[in-house]
């Protein structure tokens, strides 16, 4: 401990930063000494990326102070901070695929290197110092994942860098990949660097690092070293958190099966088979990335498989696409809102109606009257609040935009609703109004799959949950008889 | 709401319709013959073969694409419809020449979509390149030689009455594009397929989580871009009783200068025909202008680059 105070190359003390409507850091302190390996851990959305990216000057802190190598940053820039021996290696790399190995280690510093004899020769010596033998004038768009992380990790050192940032950089390598990404993060360490190791997976955690701070929803719950704690407790932390009246009561009305899924096999899944039930909300957990997404697009139509079998009701059917989905009574209320969902220059109206348009004809002819009808209805059964249903939707909130695109939904009457994420970016109030309209649809009758990165939104929702992980099920919940900590074991595979 | 402020946004509101009476009042200034009934049946027919285009157009940027094969299909349609009157008779030709546009709609539809290419920049070279290989085949097609309807055995009344006919002092061709146009009005803004249209090419994405046929509606949009490319070939050469095979060069420009200017948005899924019907008219009088005072060629399609550009900088505007 005293050697950490005595040598601290990065210390971050009481730093906040606010997004419109979150909080997404909240007083945040925590110090990396030099030489050590320094995990981070923490669910999705716990904060971990936006304190990265302050740190790299992505982003500017609203309050706090950091303190790198003795000096006191205020405002930096991503370049700058390499400068000064911080880099960063995120999980989506920023290297640039159609110049070779050696340009991206020394971009925009050829001179310095010693023109392009000078880039490539010291190009070469980095890579060999971390036991890597790629040619320095191969095109980076031909390496591999674990290639391509070399380079980066290359170009860190090329900068003299004192701590180095890695973001889930397991993400996509083997387990062979992995083994020498270890022997390289230790030989940094012997050589004084240190490593700011963000990652999900706790089996990664406890094997690099020295030293691991764990977050939760913009705060530091607790900085330990590794050795202190078991797998048990960190997850504990991770996820423990007290919720009162954030949830309407666990709707009960699960009935016989509705919808079998056999061997759903695409690149990413493997072999997924599961039974939805009548009135039932079945929640998915797992990490972003695991697979839960592709999942339900894939049984929705959006997605090509390589095979999958479906029954609903016991009858086989094919769904080729989203339009076989819809047709099959299953309802999407897709990931990503603004993207997926809405038709931003749009009425309100037209995106409530743009599942349900046969219903508007009259004649040849689309009626304005049952349109305007149709989103009064939803407008006021699901409590969406908009100046008039003519008003264009991208004006909305984001609950009454989510809501509207729910109602267009529930208009179809689907036997099956498909949620993934449907409370992101949504503040507390909201949630609770979409909670209770999920409840409202199983007592209807209907069934839901709920995807969620906020598992007190999962297991509180939820009448049975599946644990997903690369691409696999990995078990079977019941949330109210198994702890949050048991499933998120399962779920970080 | 004071008189000042309530014309204020009706200028910010109808920018076409308000630059379209200063043209008028400027060339009426000018050449005092301008607002004779003559000159309005002549004003008329230069709505001619680019108002079809520009239709056309229209739906494909409503669709969110932008289809760039429309120099290629009229060069092709038209020099392959003359050639046809002698084979088929002319009411057989004028349907052989709609098909062949309905062809190269669907050709440029069934590559894009093979391809993949749903995003307006992909679909915008392969329509590009399709033009090249269209005005290719009118080369091949005729040797390079120009054709001529008066070289022709059989009758051609019709193709006449559809270039330079007029009921009064309006021109067949005027009365033809204001009935093509009502129709697509209807059917863009009361068909179910319309409104379907509209929302593929606002957001291709949630149209088809929507179960909307995506696919099926971007083979329309570039089906009819196509026929109504064919069309305006077919009153173009009609009305000049010729067809060299290079006749369609620069009639993407020129329509897509008119649906921009009338206030289609190049983001996909808002505009209407009818203000493409006021974006040709804008054009119209701006060339006619333009020409009387003397403004060379040249220097006219510097203008006219400068008024698209003017109106897609007025589009970002209105979509911020």
């Known amino acids: ?493 | 709401m004071d008189a000042k402020t309530r014309i204020g946004y009706f200028v910010k509101n109808n920018l076409v319709l308000v630059t379209i009476m200063i043209l008028a009042a400027v060339t009426a200034l000018i050449e005092p013959k301008f607002l004779t009934v003559a000159n309005l049946g002549n004003l008329m027919n230069q709505f001619g073969p680019l108002s079809f285009v520009a239709l056309g157009m229209t739906l494909a940027i409503i669709g969110g694409f932008i289809d760039l094969s429309v120099a290629g299909i009229v060069s092709l349609s038209a020099v392959f419809t003359i050639s046809m009157i002698d084979v088929l008779g002319q009411g057989g030709a004028l349907i052989a020449g709609l098909a062949a546009g309905v062809a190269m709609g669907l050709l440029n539809a069934f590559i894009v979509v093979s391809c993949g290419a749903l995003t307006q920049a992909k679909a915008l070279f392969i329509t590009y390149g399709l033009s090249a290989v269209y005005s290719a085949a009118a080369l091949l097609y005729t040797d390079g030689a120009t054709q001529h309807m008066s070289h022709l055995a059989s009758r051609t009344d019709l193709f006449k009455a559809v270039g330079s006919g007029r009921a009064g002092f309006i021109p067949a061709s005027f009365l033809l594009f204001i009935i093509i146009m009502a129709l697509l009005h209807v059917f863009l803004t009361r068909t179910q397929t319309g409104r379907e249209i509209c929302l593929t090419g606002a957001n291709i994405t949630a149209a088809d989580l929507c179960g909307i046929p995506v696919k099926r509606r971007i083979t329309l949009v570039f089906v009819l871009s196509g026929v109504l490319s064919a069309f305006g070939a077919i009153v173009l050469f009609s009305r000049i009783t010729t067809a060299s095979p290079l006749l369609g060069a620069n009639y993407e420009t020129n329509a897509i200068l008119a649906v921009v200017v009338g206030g289609t948005s190049l983001a996909g899924g808002r505009g209407s025909v009818v203000r493409t019907m006021l974006g040709v008219m804008l054009v119209i009088l701006l060339s006619n202008c333009l020409n009387l005072l003397g403004v060379s060629t040249y220097l006219q399609s510097v203008c006219k680059g400068a008024v698209l550009i003017i109106a897609i900088w007025l589009d970002r505007r209105r979509v911020k």
């Not at chain 1, 999962?458 to 198994?482: H, Q």
Request: a neutral charge; glycine letters at 10%; aromatic letters at 4%.
């Open chain 1, 1 to 493: 401990m005293d050697r950490q105070l005595s040598d601290v190359i990065l210390s971050v003390e009481h730093v906040s930063k606010a997004f419109p409507g979150v909080k997404a850091l909240d007083d945040v302190s925590l110090q990396v000494g030099r030489g050590v390996v320094h995990g981070i851990v923490g669910e999705n959305g716990a904060g971990k990326s936006t304190l990265m990216k302050i740190l790299s000057g992505v982003y500017t802190k609203d309050a706090g102070t950091v303190v790198f190598d003795g000096q006191t940053i205020e405002k930096t820039t991503p370049m700058e901070s390499l400068r000064r021996g911080l880099s960063i290696i995120y999980q989506e790399f920023s290297l640039i695929s159609s110049m070779t190995v050696g340009e991206n280690i020394f971009l925009g510093r050829f001179r310095e290197a010693g023109g392009m004899r000078g880039t490539h020769q010291k190009a070469k010596e980095l890579l060999e110092q971390i036991g890597s033998s790629i040619h320095t004038g191969s095109y980076v768009s031909e390496l591999s994942t674990s290639e391509k992380q070399m380079v980066e990790i290359a170009k860190a050192l090329s900068f003299q860098s004192k701590l180095i940032i890695m973001d889930e950089p397991s993400s996509s390598l083997t387990e062979e990949e992995l083994a020498k990404l270890g022997d390289i993060i230790r030989q940094m360490r012997s050589g004084g660097i240190s490593i700011l190791y963000i990652s999900h997976k706790l089996d990664e955690i406890f094997e690099y690092c020295d030293v691991v701070t764990i977050m939760r929803d913009g705060h530091v719950i607790d900085t330990r070293p590794v050795r202190e704690l078991d797998r048990r407790e960190m997850v504990g932390m991770m996820v423990g958190r007290t919720i009162e009246n954030e949830y309407p009561e666990r709707p009960h009305f699960v009935g016989e099966p509705l919808m079998k899924v056999e061997h759903l096999t695409t690149n990413k899944l493997k072999d997924i088979s599961f039974t939805l039930n009548r009135g039932e909300i079945l929640g998915f957990v797992g990490l972003v990335g695991a697979g839960r997404t592709e999942i339900v697009r894939a049984i929705y139509g959006a997605d090509k498989v390589k095979r999958k079998e479906i029954q609903i009701e016991g009858e086989a059917v094919k769904i080729m696409s989203s339009r076989d989905g819809k047709k099959c009574g299953i309802a999407f209320v897709p990931e990503d809102r603004k993207q997926q969902g809405l038709v931003l220059p749009f009425s309100v109206e037209s995106n409530i109606s743009m599942a349900n348009l046969k219903k508007l004809k009259k004649g040849m002819f689309l009626s304005p009257d049952k349109e305007r009808k149709m989103a009064e209805e939803k407008i006021s059964e699901l409590l969406i609040k908009t100046p008039s249903p003519a008003s264009v939707i991208v004006n909305l909130s984001g609950g009454n935009q989510q809501k509207c695109i729910i109602g267009r939904w529930l208009e179809t009457e689907p036997k099956i609703l498909i949620m993934d994420e449907p409370t992101r970016g949504i503040d507390v109030g909201a949630k609770y109004e979409i909670y209770m309209l999920m409840k409202k649809a199983v007592e209807a009758g209907s069934s839901i799959i709920l995807i969620s990165s906020e598992l007190p939104e999962v297991l509180n929702m939820s009448n049975r949950v599946l644990t997903i992980a690369d691409g696999r099920i990995t078990g079977e919940f019941d949330p109210e008889k198994v702890s949050a900590q048991e499933i998120m074991n399962r779920a970080i595979g």
